[in-house]
């Protein structure tokens, strides 16, 4: 698929299909509950926790892009992996990426040890961990890349095919990319899902998630989970983010180009030791990502000198980033993902998921570049004070 053809999709999603005045944008369905025709014969939809009309545009538009079957539009990007859970019984393996999103690996960890399922925890990257895991055979392989925070890159087909190799699912974390740079079912996955919170609503007003499946067939079996548990997402929630969706392609590509001035600044920057961007092409997954994405997003993530005294610092003088959890709207964001977003995982995982106390992470928003720059240098000239 083109970028044209991804732009073409997002733009247009429910555009002309209001039947009775001729919207250009699709109206907004708010009502809980829907008039029969008559006795026993129900319209398209009766009730909005099982469909809603507004919701429905949103995940047909997702499902597109992704190139998927079925689109499954739920309450947070945790309830859509959570939905993945209900396929899972208490004999089934699972296989989790072990620097996965700080929420995912608290979910499975949590439900494995209440004895929902049984759990392996792997580097996927480490070629031997990965097929003594998938020789168990697992029933589902969780995979997240890039990964958060260290954006370490996992070769998605080859995962596939080794998963399916042993008749193993394979469910993709999209969120950091969005399916304007990354599309999992093309590269053999299954599932795909994201939180909507992030890029593909983009501007930091809904919290949501959506699924999508290759297959009807799996996709029909989750979306009558999501609405037997009751995790669909609301129908403003889902006309926010359809509205958000229209400029991901062009918001994407501004993400990007500033991105790549942070990365470069950053890495000769004297008070950084490391940065991780999988831009650079001494970045481990620089190859990877560029064969499987059609670019290097707009996340990165650096060590600063001094410790978390020297962030603390670097927090505290910065003007255009704000120190918030989160990522993918419109605005720089910074974090501290050991007190933050992997603040549920004991201090040891974090250490060998390579989690630090002086890691920052940053989401590099659309400001104009030279206020990001320029605050940068101020911010981290200040972070070496007295160290
Ligand atoms: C935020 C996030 C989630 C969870 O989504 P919520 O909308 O916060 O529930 C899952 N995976 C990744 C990679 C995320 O960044």
């Not at 969005?178 to 909507?196: E, M, N, R, Y």
């Not at 890029?199 to 067939?217: A, F, M, P, R």
């Not at 009558?224 to 129908?235: E, F, P, Y």
Request: hydrophobic share 40%; net charge negative.
């Amino acid at each position: 698929m083109t970028q044209n053809k991804i732009a073409t999709i997002a733009v247009r999603a429910g555009i002309n299909t209001d039947e009775h005045h001729g919207a250009v944008i699709p109206a907004i369905h708010l009502s809980s509950t829907y008039a029969l025709k008559g006795f026993n014969d129900k319209r398209q939809f009766d009730y909005s926790r099982t469909g809603n009309p507004t919701r429905a545009t949103f995940a047909q538009a997702i499902a597109d892009l992704e190139q998927g079957a079925v689109g499954i539009v739920t309450s947070t990007g945790m309830s859509s992996v959570h939905l993945i859970c209900q396929l899972l019984s208490t004999e089934d393996l699972v296989v989790i990426p072990h620097d996965c999103y700080g929420g995912s690996f608290r979910l499975f960890t949590h439900l494995a040890k209440r004895g929902q399922f049984k759990l392996i925890v792997v580097d996927q990257n480490n070629e031997q961990a990965l097929s003594q895991a998938l020789a168990q055979k697992p029933k589902l392989v969780l995979v997240e890349t890039p990964s958060n925070p260290l954006l370490r890159l996992i070769d998605i087909e080859k995962v596939c095919q080794a998963s399916h190799d042993v008749g193993a699912l394979v469910a993709v974390d999209n969120t950091f990319l969005s399916p304007a740079l990354q599309q999992p079912l093309l590269l053999g996955a299954d599932i795909v899902f994201h939180s909507t919170t992030k890029y593909i609503n983009g501007h930091s007003d809904v919290v949501g998630g959506v699924l999508v499946t290759k297959e009807q067939t799996l996709g029909e079996e989750l979306a009558w989970w999501a609405n037997c548990i009751g995790i669909t997402g609301s129908a403003f929630d889902s006309y926010l983010a359809l509205r958000g969706l229209k400029t991901l392609p062009v918001r994407m590509k501004q993400h990007q180009i500033n991105a790549e001035q942070v990365a470069t600044f950053l890495k000769s920057h004297p008070a950084i030791d490391v940065v991780y961007y999988p831009g650079f092409a001494d970045h481990p997954g620089h190859e990877i990502a560029k064969r499987q994405q059609t670019g290097f997003g707009a996340m990165m993530s650096f060590e600063v000198k001094g410790g978390v005294e020297a962030v603390k610092k670097l927090f505290a003088n910065l003007e255009f980033f704000t120190l918030a959890q989160s990522l993918g709207g419109v605005e720089s964001l910074i974090s501290h993902p050991s007190t933050m977003t992997h603040a549920g995982m004991e201090i040891a995982a974090q250490l060998e998921a390579g989690i630090t106390q002086s890691l920052v992470r940053i989401s590099v928003g659309i400001e104009d570049i030279e206020d990001i720059l320029a605050d940068l240098q101020q911010g981290l000239a200040a972070s070496q004070i007295g160290i």
